[in-house]
């Protein structure tokens, strides 16, 4: 048996925001560009594709974000079993969309550490090291944007009010999270 | 001589709480509110420091951030110490240390000031004009005009503080928090756009905020009543966001604005740990409002610059804010009605006016009357000739004035004084307007430059839009407002205005003397000593253009970019050249507007931050083994692992030595992995590659190689086909994002009709890369449940497989020449692997290895290092890789590019190997290589890679050679500095040519 | 720093994105038939123009995709942007 070794172990606490890893989460990115292809996804996984750009879908078990006009990432809800890595979404799209043509669906689960931001502080700890205008984004429910962090590539999904998700990079994580936790140790 | 010039208590002084700093050495008390330039003047102190050139005595001259002369030097010698902090900017705080710069030994006694006498042989130019012959001296000279150049000391010690970047967004920028900024910033945010206001003093309300005249009211309030009302109401509105001691920096295109936040250095020292020092905000607005103001002219005349001569409007701040006096006989000089304000201020503190001199001949206005009223002594149409005293102004020197001001007449008087406060009426700072792009045009009845066509989407308001009056302030403004923000009305539509400003003034550049010029110093830019005379000979010398004399003379170069002189350098050229003013334009503002801190600059950018690292999956095992890492782009790679006090040398021999006698191990989870899909994937990678794709059956992999356009070799790596339409690319460590970004390019513009997803996962798979005679043995045991025959599992073949209940993809490919296999698993489970591989690899010296043997290995077996042993000029024919270009496509990346005139030349640089005559002698990479000495010499090319072979005994080399390709066998030369070595060209190939370990 | 209309994304700060090149210039569908001369046109020939210039540009720290710039040099005011494969505007 393999052991599971994520990369941020700690959670972080700072008054106005909480930090931590959520894992394992299956994470998948899917791609196409056909009507068949959305539609087949919208019937295998019961989850409309988001198709306004800066958006995001929710089922029950899975959330999806628009990354570009043939692209989403779509990740569990919940979290998975870490002594396996076979999950039933991918293997299901595989028999539906890329084994048939539709499109292309990736396995990124490890690709990315999804960090779970919560509190008030959030935007400001942003604010000090990326460009994008968070003005808007910050009141909107579902919101997505793929953007840079201290000159690092992002993606954030607004969950709620004061919660996020941040999606990096895995090599990037350990150095973003110092960073964050570097800029939030002042806010 | 220490004096309390302290007069009537100020509101915005805090006289009970007492603060006791240190100039030179001496202590001295202050208040809460004090800037270190208004804590000395309270105590007599003028003297401050010494100019640039000259070394003259040099006072506070302004109130602001204008100041050229009070430059100080803070905590010398401590980590802390900043050089050229205006006095006029810093405020006190307890135990504040500050001294004088650009003098030695002492600001009272200064050995440079033997410049000033020497001053006739020092004219502009004198460094361009002296030093420039014979050039081999400049060696010479320079040591002594470093010696004393520079303003101030740079710190030695590293910076303890903490700087931070902050992006903003906003609707409305707001620069500047006098009266006109004000009105916009509560009109902006009132009418519902997220609204920031942003001023570069520690208070809001400009200089009408000490406005305490009867002369000026505003709905029958004295104008700084009605202000102070209207600060407190924008305290309360929600959307608007206020930041004092924020001074904007940079102004440029798209409404992109650069401020630096100030938030510590008006605290004591033990109180600024582990806070933010300067932030540096990134201002994105959409609307900006520019209400930067403006500065007073000084008037240029002979001796213009001794400490206790001031703007006028300067002592008129240090008396009304600050509560402090400039001098107890004060005399004014002015060319307009400024300076009469100046004196009713002074009255009104009971502090002494001797006299005015105002340069126009008939005025008349409310102000005026009131000072002859006071019985002031006025001289009308008369101008100061000369001052002495040399640490201190004592005496002005005044003569009438001519009807055309060109010269003077009459007898000369003398006035004793000990301040002079100028006034040549005021200059709108329009630095910012133009930094972002904006036109200025020049307005004739009061000779300055305004806005006149705006690059973006801004306006300027108030006295930087040239409306130097209350009324004409507080009538335009919200004109101008409700234009701009599109608005129906403001809330300052029905003011009554009362406003006792007469307009007139009498503008001359350059103030005659009785004098020659030659013979006067006329200061125009205090800060390097740039007189009217050096400009004049500038022009002499055939300088026309603006630009041109700025630099010959400095005028303007100094830290204070010459926000005083600037306006009367223009004047003085244009008058001396006959030109017409503004015709020329100005000299360009650049920023930063004051000068910015290093520190600030950077931000958090230092230390750990400094550049991005990224890390394997297995990075703790290599941490926790004591590897050695080496950066290969942004990643931390191991790069090799030493035992028991090994060096390098002696690491890499043991790790190359066990990869290939039993088995090595190497973390390769850097290598870029792309994910292609789409039933045009095969077509895709044909367009690429430079060799053919259509035929490489499911589960085989494959070598590719990829060039630009140009034909050169661009990456390469091996890709496998994991299915009939999916394949997965592998690509060196540092192209993995500019592949990928190409490829994307190409699918997106030239083949959009293409099927083809791409999709990197770099970061998803942990690659454990097992190799040498035991790899099948351990690897076989880590994965139990796979056939490992060679069968089943031949050389450059892949399979799906699991490791417990985890999927996996075992690849058998080598970059070694030796067998091996490459396991890829999902990042999170790669450490566990690889630490099963230690275990299980424990009986055969498995031998973890890092870049360095990797690199050692792969030169043994010949194969390239893209990036290494090539640069962007060799194309696979050049690397003796004919084999691997496909003759039968028609088309891929580059193809054309390969019979080109230039690439089929027979003598481009070749690869070759390269081995030493003497097999110890290893070479030196990036060592030159030539066929003969003599002179000049020919370089045919260079060492690419090379190596002591432990395996092979000897030493190896890659190198690129000039027509290498047909010089097999033949002896070239290595010169070094001190030897020579001789080489034979070879085959790159120096191991295991039959691929017999490969397939073993 | 530009703001650039990304078409996919909306407004976002020039640090997102890359900049590459002159736009508008087509891979010849047969570089074999080509001339050396004719080939070197395509591979090297750019444009450098003080005025309005058309430009290439990716969204690289966002949605990836390229698109078309026009760009004044002399002001570096972004007249349009508009998506690969439609045509520049004519005014």
Not at chain 1, 65 to 76: F, H, R
Not at chain 2, 869 to 892: E, G, H, R
Not at chain 2, 924 to 941: C, H, N, R, T, Y
Not at chain 3, 63 to 75: A, E, G, H, M, Q
Request: hydrophobic share 35%.
């Amino acid at each position: 048996m393999l052991d599971y070794t994520n990369v941020i172990t700690k959670e972080k606490s700072y008054s106005g925001l909480q930090m931590k890893e959520i894992k394992p989460v299956m994470k998948l990115i899917i791609r196409g560009k056909k009507r068949e292809f959305l539609s087949a996804i919208g019937k295998s996984l019961n989850l409309l594709l988001p198709t306004e750009p800066n958006t995001s879908s929710r089922s029950e078990k899975l959330s999806a974000l628009w990354l570009s006009p043939d692209e989403w990432i779509i990740y569990s809800n919940e979290i998975s079993n870490p002594d396996t890595n076979n999950y039933e979404t991918e293997n299901l799209l595989n028999k539906k969309i890329s084994n048939i043509g539709l499109g292309a669906v990736t396995d990124v689960s490890d690709q990315f550490v999804l960090i779970n931001m919560k509190g008030d502080k959030i935007f400001d700890l942003f604010e000090t090291g990326s460009p994008f205008n968070f003005n808007i984004f910050r009141d909107k429910k579902g919101a997505v944007t793929q953007t840079i962090l201290a000159r690092i590539d992002v993606i954030i999904h607004n969950q709620n009010q004061n919660e996020v998700n941040l999606f990096v990079r895995r090599s990037f994580s350990q150095h973003l999270f110092s960073w964050m936790n570097d800029s939030a140790s002042r806010l | 001589m220490t004096k309390n010039l302290r007069v009537k208590t100020s509101k915005y002084i805090d006289e009970t709480y007492k603060i006791s700093f240190k100039f030179n050495g001496t202590t001295y008390y202050g208040y809460k509110g004090d800037t270190l330039a208004s804590a000395l003047l309270a105590n007599n102190i003028h003297l401050v420091g010494r100019s640039f050139k000259y070394h003259r005595p040099r006072g506070i001259m302004t109130a602001g951030s204008e100041e050229p002369n009070a430059i100080v030097q803070l905590h010398k010698n401590s980590s802390r110490t900043e050089p050229n902090v205006r006095a006029t900017e810093i405020e006190i705080y307890e135990g504040l240390e500050a001294s004088s710069q650009n003098c030695w030994p002492s600001v009272n006694f200064d050995i440079g000031g033997i410049n000033n006498f020497l001053s006739p042989i020092l004219p502009a130019g004198f460094y361009y004009k002296t030093f420039m012959w014979p050039a081999s001296f400049w060696e010479k000279y320079e040591y002594f005009i470093r010696k004393s150049a520079g303003l101030g000391k740079s710190p030695t010690e590293p910076d303890p503080d903490i700087y931070e970047h902050k992006y903003v967004h906003c609707d409305v920028l707001v620069i500047g928090a006098g009266i006109s900024g004000i009105i916009a910033a509560k009109t902006s945010a009132k009418s519902g756009f997220k609204t920031l206001l942003v001023d570069e003093k520690p208070y809001l309300g400009g200089s009408t905020i000490y406005q305490n005249s009867e002369h000026f009211k505003i709905n029958n309030q004295i104008s700084s009543s009605w202000l102070d009302k209207e600060i407190n109401e924008i305290k309360k509105i929600k959307n608007l966001e206020v930041k004092t001691r924020t001074s904007v920096s940079a102004f440029h295109g798209y409404n992109f604005l650069l401020a630096r936040e100030n938030l510590t250095d008006h605290l004591p020292l033990n109180q600024r740990n582990n806070k933010i020092r300067h932030r540096l905000l990134k201002i994105r607005s959409k609307k900006v409002i520019n209400a930067t103001g403006s500065l007073e002219r000084p008037l240029i005349f002979d001796n213009n610059d001794r400490p206790g001569i001031l703007l006028s409007s300067a002592i008129e701040k240090y008396a009304n804010l600050y509560g402090v006096a400039c001098g107890e006989k004060n005399v004014l000089f002015t060319n307009n009605d400024s300076a009469y304000e100046t004196v009713i201020s002074l009255n009104q503190k009971g502090i002494n006016v001797e006299a005015i001199i105002d340069n126009r001949e008939e005025i008349d206005s409310k102000l005026i009357k009131e000072a002859e009223n006071n019985n002031i002594k006025i001289y009308k149409g008369y101008t100061v000739v000369n001052t002495s005293g040399y640490k201190r102004v004592n005496q002005v020197s005044i003569m009438q004035l001519s009807k055309d001001g060109q010269k003077v007449i009459g007898t000369k008087k003398s006035i004793d004084c000990d301040c002079l406060g100028i006034s040549g009426g005021w200059t709108p700072a329009v630095h910012l307007f133009t930094q972002s792009g904006g036109k200025l045009k020049f307005r004739d009845e009061d000779q300055v430059f305004i806005p006149n066509i705006y690059p973006s989407d801004q306006i300027s308001i108030g006295s930087c839009n040239g409306e130097f009056t209350l009324d004409e302030i507080l009538t335009t403004t919200p004109k101008t407002l409700k234009e701009f923000l599109n608005l129906k009305k403001t809330d300052y539509e029905d003011l009554e205005i009362q406003s006792s400003f007469n307009k007139s003034k009498r503008n001359i550049w350059l103030l005659p003397s009785d004098k020659i010029i030659g013979k006067t110093k006329p200061f125009v830019d205090y800060q390097n000593d740039a007189t009217a005379k050096d400009i004049k000979l500038a022009l002499r010398e055939g300088f026309r253009s603006i630009e041109h004399v700025k630099r010959y003379t400095t005028t303007g170069m100094g830290t204070d970019q010459g926000k005083l002189g600037n306006m009367h350098a223009l004047g003085i050229i244009s008058e001396t050249a006959g030109t017409k003013m503004g015709e020329s334009g100005t000299t360009t503002f650049r920023p930063p507007y004051t000068p910015l801190t290093f520190g600030t600059i950077v931000g958090r950018n230092v230390g750990e931050y400094f550049d991005t690292f990224r890390k394997t999956p297995i990075h703790e095992w290599h941490v926790e083994n004591k590897a050695e890492f080496e950066n290969v782009g942004q990643w931390k790679r191991a790069w090799y692992y030493p035992k028991d006090g090994e060096n390098m040398h002696d690491a890499v021999q043991r790790e190359s030595k066990a990869a290939r006698d039993s088995a090595g191990i190497l973390d390769a989870s850097t290598l870029g992995k792309i994910d292609i899909q789409g039933t045009d994937a095969s077509e895709f990678l044909n367009r690429v590659y430079t060799n053919a794709w259509s035929k490489l059956a499911v589960g085989k992999c494959r070598y590719g190689l990829m060039l630009n356009e140009d034909g050169m070799v661009y990456d390469d790596g091996v890709t496998t086909r994991l299915g009939e339409n999916h394949y997965i690319m592998t690509t060196t460590t540092g192209g993995a994002a500019t592949v990928l970004g190409k490829l994307e390019d190409y699918l997106q513009t030239e083949w959009p009709e293409l099927d083809v997803y791409l999709t990197s996962v770099t970061d998803h798979y942990a690659t454990v890369s097992v190799c040498g005679p035991n790899s099948k043995k351990i690897v076989s045991q880590v994965i139990p449940d796979l056939d490992f025959s060679d069968g089943s599992f031949p050389h450059m073949s892949f399979k799906n497989t699991k490791i417990g209940k985890i999927k996996c993809r075992v690849m058998r490919i080598s970059f070694t020449g030796e067998h091996s296999y490459e396991i890829n698993i999902q990042a999170n489970y790669g450490k566990s692997v690889w630490e099963k591989c230690m275990e299980v690899g424990k009986e055969f010296n498995i031998t973890p290895y890092g870049t360095e043997t990797m690199h050692l290995l792969r030169a043994e077996k010949g194969f390239i290092i893209v990036g290494q042993d090539t640069d962007a000029t060799m194309t696979p024919i050049d690397l003796q890789m004919d084999w691997i270009v496909s003759k039968k496509k028609y088309d891929f990346i580059g193809k054309r590019s390969l019979y080109r005139s230039d690439t089929i030349k027979e003598d481009r640089k070749q690869l070759v190997g390269l081995l030493t005559e003497d097999p110890k002698e290893v070479l030196e990479e990036g060592a030159q290589i030539v066929a003969d000495i003599k002179s000049p010499i020919e370089m045919l090319g260079h060492v690419t890679s090379s190596y002591y072979s432990p395996n092979l005994k000897k030493s190896i080399a890659l190198g690129v050679v000039r027509g290498g390709k047909n010089m097999m066998g033949q002896k070239l030369i290595i010169p070094m500095e001190n030897k020579k070595i001789n080489v034979i060209v070879a085959d790159p190939v120096f191991l295991d040519k039959e691929n017999k370990r490969l397939n073993a | 720093m530009f703001v650039i209309n990304c078409p996919y994304c909306g407004e976002r700060e020039q640090s997102e994105f890359k900049a590459g090149g002159e736009a508008h210039i087509v891979r010849p569908k047969q570089p074999t038939e080509l001339s050396d001369d004719e080939w070197a046109e395509y591979l090297f020939m750019r444009k450098n123009i003080k005025g309005i210039q058309f430009e290439r540009w990716v969204h690289a720290h966002g949605c990836r995709k390229w698109f078309n710039l026009v760009r004044d040099t002399s002001n570096d005011v972004i007249k349009a942007v508009y998506k690969m494969g439609e045509k520049p505007p004519t005014k």
